[in-house]
């Protein structure tokens, strides 16, 4: 695996598995616009919030894996 892909992979999937929540609702935020709910109102489904997490912990082990193996 490229080192460059490896490195964003570890960048990326760290903080979604750390703080899923954030963007989670970051993520819901930026669907929103444009309907009638506010920004302060949206809130990310439990699912949605281990979904994140879930892949967040498959890229940094992806990524982990391209470093070490690379």
Do not use: C, H
């Not at 080192?3 to 935020?29: D, S």
């Amino acid at each position: 695996m490229d080192p460059v892909l490896a490195v964003f992979l570890l960048a990326m999937g760290v903080p979604n598995a750390l703080w899923p929540y954030k963007f989670a609702r970051f993520e819901e935020q930026m669907d929103s616009i444009g309907s009638k709910r506010s920004w302060s109102e949206v809130e990310p489904a439990d699912w949605k919030v281990t979904l994140t997490r879930v892949v967040g912990v498959g890229m940094a082990l992806f990524g982990l894996a391209g470093l070490v193996a690379g």
